[in-house]
């Protein structure tokens, strides 16, 4: 046990309690007790690993805190608590961060440089790409490499800070070689079932990352845009057939025009031809029901490819691919096979090469000239898709990419997946909605590849032909019993290196895995899948899944899709999700927005309880504001940590005599009153309402310190009163039991005041449980009452709470004068009042008091 300081603080105790927990492995999942308890007696959290590209910010303190709160209180109820944490550390954001960081920019042709020597170190964001140095790809690999882990050290000081009790024996990290070994294997079980299939097919591409996206990362921004009114000329010569595009720069690209099948303004063009302006390509019209009668002119151009609708219509009218588009965003050079005539080559000639914005630009001016162009309308904002880490508009190109099939295709599955949702238990409910809605709204499988560099390797080879050409349909994958493996720089069996690149021999896939194709297997990677059966039968399906509401399309449904697919289950029994955080104005924070604030400071200023305590303030699903300049539940709660202190000495002063028993009817009400609050705060910690508990622990414990510890210390105080023994025992019980209640969230402060009477963290002591100590609550409600109406009256008359009182009469309810009665000693004792009558009333009031006279010194 610790001294009690004269006069405690809560400077300093972060790092105190951080130390002590680590040198005792406190929170270390014990994996032979774990063993012995059983599947029943542990608690596994598949805990979010943060993407490690940064900072954190004052959103992952909030959230972090809500599963911290449960872990924590898990543990004090007897489970063996598996609490892993992992770092999302491949992908698009750490590959950003690395070129901002180090003013660098892959480029897989250039070789391996054993010497390079970064240009910068942490400023070079206002480098533009082209003068960004460009370096190999296993180069820049090592840079991402350094700079995750440097990242990763900074994260889990902050958590430490914080005090979240993981066990940071069991962390992961999103791009080890263990890692890589369980995603390509999960990968290569999905290809073994028919789940997962390549495709040459429309893509969704971000022009500047030169990478496919997926429907999940994608959002809407809105974008400014013009209706331009062109004139296609009927192939019988009877006339035109007027069309409205906001793309005029993809007209060599038209494939057909659609118009709805009721509309009978086009019926009658239904089956016949049309040829396009400047390029003069026969291409027909056809009836769609997705064509929008009042949209324009009513029919619209299909091009290969606008937009998703163009994907639609391309792929169920069976139309050809005229795709014009590169991957760099650019014109391709090659005009398509559609365009014969010596005008239209011509015309497309001047287009070749150039960006999507100077492209319709051109097209314009070459519509203006030929008189093709009718129209063009005011300018408009519409939603345009971008990549949500993207800064231009994404294209559609064609492209040969990996897919997992995730229901949107497929019934049978979808209906599987919502089932699933269904059976796990959403906090709050209403969030299953939300994955319901993203179920029943995909369009396309999950495109799983990535055209990048820092990430999980497909594990895939391809033989090449007689001429050296990519034969796709000799697809080579590794045994299982051979990963990890890199395919660019590792050999498929029944080959040599000396036959890569050669016809006849073998060539690398150069993609990679999308990031949320590892971490949708965050529960295999932390829980040992194919790694540790023993450890994976302890804690999957894992008890709860822990994550923000916004990556439930992502995050949430990747990971359902994979147990689903894998183990035909939902890999958790419980989903959290947290709100977002909001500044003043109600606005989300997020780094994109430029109004995060970082933990750090915050966390220096008002210390980690008081922050923790801001964070369990709210309910799960409900978004909060935070105003860093006026942190108001902040200062609550650093108020609350240091009354915690206080008081725990107070109480610590009284002695409690060997044999000492609660025979007072004021401390028998209190603890009566503390049973009913470890039940209210039990079933709401069980029904994941953490800020419930908080709320009905913290109401108690104010009324404990004003009321009941002001009633009862005088006699307390006094080893000469019968009810001392009485009052000093049920000080302890309460001090004990409050410590605990308040421990999962307040977790520094309880910890130093448990220190200094009792053995062992309280964080893995036996969460407290109702005495049934027989007492009536009544009692001390009605003396607290009784106690705030003497202060009142003494404030009333400009008198200190100190004065003596010579006479005062409480007028109240029968039932509550019998309740005054049993606290009626302690009453006086506090209110220093020699004569104390109780008489009938309509309500508790002090109606009389009479202060003693000053005596003249």
Same mark, same amino acid.
């Given at each position: ?14 790092? %105190? ?21 059983? $599947? ?51 992908? *698009?954001?750490?590959?950003? +961060? ?6 660098? +920019?892959?480029?897989?042709? /250039? ?205 169920? /009218?069976?139309?050809?691919? +005229? ?6 965003? $650019?014109?391709?050079?090659? =005009? ?10 011509? @015309?497309? =000639?001047? *287009? ?41 508009? /994404? ?38 909605? +939300? ?6 709204? /995909? ?30 349909? $000799? ?55 194919? $790694? ?54 109600? %606005? ?141 025992? @049920?000080?302890?019980?309460? *001090? ?7 421990? #999962? ?19 893995? =002591? ?10 009536? #609550? ?27 009182? =010579? ?51």
């Amino acid at each position: 046990m610790s001294v009690i300081p004269d006069k405690p603080a809560l400077e300093g105790l972060e790092a %105190k309690w951080d130390g002590v927990w680590a040198e005792q492995g406190t929170y270390l999942f014990d994996r032979l007790r774990a063993a012995e308890l059983g $599947r029943a007696g542990v608690y596994s959290i598949d805990t979010p690993p943060p993407t490690a590209s940064g900072s954190l910010h004052i959103g992952h303190v909030f959230s972090y805190t809500h599963t911290d709160v449960k872990a924590r209180y898990e543990r004090m109820r007897g489970k063996a608590v598996f609490y892993p944490i992992g770092w999302d550390d491949n992908g *698009l954001p750490t590959e950003r +961060r690395v070129q901002n960081y180090y003013g660098v +920019r892959c480029d897989p042709s /250039l070789p391996y440089d054993a010497d390079f020597v970064p240009p910068f170190q942490g400023d070079a964001k206002s480098l533009k790409a082209a003068d960004q140095v460009p370096v190999s790809r296993r180069n820049f690999i090592d840079l991402c490499e350094k700079l995750t882990v440097e990242d990763e050290k900074q994260f889990e000081d902050v958590f430490r800070q914080m005090g979240l009790s993981v066990d940071w024996t069991q962390t992961y990290r999103t791009i080890s070689d263990e890692t890589i070994r369980q995603s390509q294997l999960g990968f290569l079980r999905n290809v073994d079932r028919g789940e997962a299939y390549q495709a040459l097919a429309p893509t969704l591409w971000d022009v500047d990352f030169r990478s496919a996206i997926a429907q999940a990362e994608l959002e809407d921004r809105e974008q400014p845009a013009s209706f331009h009114r062109l004139a296609f000329h009927k192939s019988d010569g009877s006339g035109d057939i007027e069309i409205e595009t906001t793309r005029p720069e993809l007209l060599a690209a038209c494939v057909a025009l659609v118009a709805h099948p009721d509309d009978e303004r086009y019926q009658a063009s239904f089956g016949k031809t049309v040829r396009t302006p400047i390029f003069d390509v026969e291409v027909p019209v056809l009836p769609h029901h997705l064509a929008q009668q009042d949209k324009g002119s009513g029919i619209a151009m299909v091009c290969t490819f606008g937009d998703v609708t163009d994907i639609i219509w391309w792929r169920e /009218l069976d139309l050809p691919n +005229r795709t014009i588009l590169g991957q760099d965003g $650019r014109v391709i050079a090659e =005009a398509p096979d559609a365009i014969v005539s010596e005008a239209g080559k011509a @015309a497309y =000639a001047q *287009l070749a090469g150039k960006t999507v914005f100077s492209a319709r630009k051109q097209i314009v001016e070459l519509l203006e000239a030929s008189g093709e162009l009718l129209n063009v309308s005011k300018p408009f904002n519409h939603a345009v898709k971008f990549f949500e880490k993207g800064d231009r508009p /994404l294209e559609i190109v064609s492209t040969r990419q990996w897919y997992i099939r995730n229901g949107a295709r497929d019934a049978e599955l979808r209906d599987q997946l919502v089932a699933n949702g269904r059976e796990l238990t959403w906090h709050p409910d209403f969030m299953r909605v +939300r994955y319901e809605n993203w179920v029943g709204g /995909l369009t396309g499988d999950w495109l799983i590849s990535r055209q990048r560099f820092f990430g999980v390797p497909l594990p895939v080879w391809y033989g090449l032909d007689e001429n050296g050409d990519r034969d796709h349909d $000799r697809v080579i994958f590794p045994d299982a019993s051979s990963l990890p493996i890199d395919p660019t720089s590792d050999v498929p069996d029944g080959y040599t290196a000396e036959q890569r690149g050669v016809p006849g021999g073998f060539e690398a896939e150069t993609d990679i895995l999308d990031t949320w194709a590892t971490s949708s297997l965050t529960p295999q990677l932390a829980g040992g899948w194919q $790694r540790d059966e023993e450890l994976w039968n302890l804690v999957a399906p894992f008890d709860v899944r822990p994550q923000a509401q916004d990556i439930i399309r992502t995050w949430l449904f990747s990971t359902m899709l994979r147990s689903t697919l894998e183990d035909g289950r939902s890999p958790w029994a419980h989903a959290s999700i947290s709100g977002f955080i909001v500044d003043p104005d109600r %606005k989300k924070m997020s780094k994109s927005k430029g109004n995060v604030v970082t933990p750090a400071d915050i966390l220096d200023k008002h210390g980690s309880d008081a922050v923790r305590y801001w964070a369990a303030s709210s309910r799960l699903g409900v978004d909060a504001a935070f105003d860093p300049q006026n942190p108001t539940q902040m200062k609550i709660g650093r108020r609350l940590a240091i009354k915690i202190l206080n008081a725990a000495k107070f109480v610590l002063g009284f002695p409690v005599p060997e044999g000492a028993a609660v025979t007072h009817d004021l401390d028998a009400s209190m603890l009566a009153a503390l049973d009913g609050v470890v039940r209210e705060a039990t079933k709401a910690f069980d029904d994941f309402d953490h800020a419930k508990a908080l709320e009905v622990t913290e109401s108690f414990f104010w009324t404990f310190c004003d009321d009941y510890l002001e009633l009862v210390k005088e006699r307390a105080y006094n080893q000469a009163d019968v009810g001392q023994p009485s009052a000093a025992l @049920a000080l302890r019980i309460a *001090l004990s039991t409050l410590l605990r209640l308040l421990a #999962p969230v307040v977790s520094f402060a309880t910890e130093e005041a448990w220190s200094w009477f009792e053995e062992g963290s309280i964080h893995t =002591a036996a969460w407290p449980e109702a005495q049934d100590a027989g007492g009536d #609550p009544a009692v001390l409600a009605a003396a607290s009452a009784a106690l705030i109406g003497i202060r009142r009256a003494k404030t009333e008359a400009k008198a200190s709470q100190k004065t003596p009182v =010579a006479r005062a009469v409480i007028a109240a309810p029968a039932a509550t004068i019998d309740a005054l009665h049993a606290a009626a000693g302690d009453l006086q004792a506090v209110g220093r009042i020699a004569e104390l009558s109780l008489v009938e009333g309509e309500e508790l009031s002090v109606t009389e008091i009479e202060l003693a006279p000053v005596e003249e010194s």
